[in-house]
């Protein structure tokens, strides 16, 4: 979105919406799971969408972290960073994904989790960006569908910066690639206020 001269990122949800979709996927988790459930968040960007899911659900989850990054060779090749510290082995799996992108790293995720045994498994995703889908991979559990390229915030970075914010926004890469900072006093003008 431009705005005189001034290129803006386009709001997807503001913090109440955020919010908002949090709750309603820790209900549709909660239906479906009970206590013992084990929730796997994927390293970086999903640090604040899992923190806030789980105070939300209604069990008492178990949690573990994983890290995937691509090779530097590209290609869509993706390889495990950081592994769970416990067998899942018969448990009930939840992935808790930030963005699903290309799909690449949720293919090897699922494949990772799968040959491991759980006795179920399903990935909980606040954003997905289904136009840009390369792999077809199930997502069991969506925040929000978006058409955007490219979003920021709640955990979704750009080179560092917008993670911790309570929003998340499209915004232009090749901008952002020209100068990270380029949002921050959009971003930060829109922080709601401390309590
Ligand atoms: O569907 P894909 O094209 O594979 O993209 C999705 C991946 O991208 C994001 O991680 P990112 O590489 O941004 O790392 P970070 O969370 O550590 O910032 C996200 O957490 C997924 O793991
Ligand atoms: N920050 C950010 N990281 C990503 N990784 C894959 N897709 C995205 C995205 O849209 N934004």
């Known amino acids: 979105m431009i705005v005189g001269s001034v290129p803006v ?14 709750r309603r996927l820790a209900d549709e988790l909660s239906t479906r799971h009970e206590d013992g459930t084990v929730l ?20 008492v989850p178990e949690v573990d972290f994983m ?5 530097p060779s590209g290609g869509g090749r993706v390889r495990l960073e950081k592994d769970l510290e416990i067998d899942i082995e ?7 994904e930030d ?4 799909g690449h790293s949720l293919t090897l995720l699922r494949h990772e989790l799968e040959r491991r045994g759980p006795r179920s498994l399903s990935v909980c995703a606040m954003v997905d ?8 991979v ?17 955990g979704l ?3 560092g910066r917008y993670r911790n914010l309570d929003l998340i926004a499209s915004a232009d890469p090749a901008e952002l690639a020209r100068d990270p900072d380029r949002y921050l006093a959009w971003a930060y003008a829109r922080r709601p206020a401390r309590r």
């Not at 199930?138 to 978006?146: A, K, L, M, N």
């Open 138 to 154: 199930p997502i069991e559990h969506v925040g929000v569908s978006v058409s955007a390229d490219y979003v920021i915030g709640y």
């Open 157 to 159: 970075d750009f080179a």
């Open 90 to 96: 018969g448990r009930d799996v939840v992935l808790v």
């Open 129 to 136: 960006k289904r136009a840009r889908r390369l792999v077809p």
């Open 99 to 102: 963005v699903v992108d290309t």
């Open 67 to 71: 890290a995937v990054s691509p090779y």
């Open 9 to 22: 990122p386009g709001l997807v949800l503001g913090p109440e919406e955020v919010h908002r979709t949090v």
């Open 40 to 59: 796997v968040a994927v390293l970086k960007g999903s640090l604040l969408f899992m923190a806030d899911l789980v105070r939300e659900v209604r069990f």
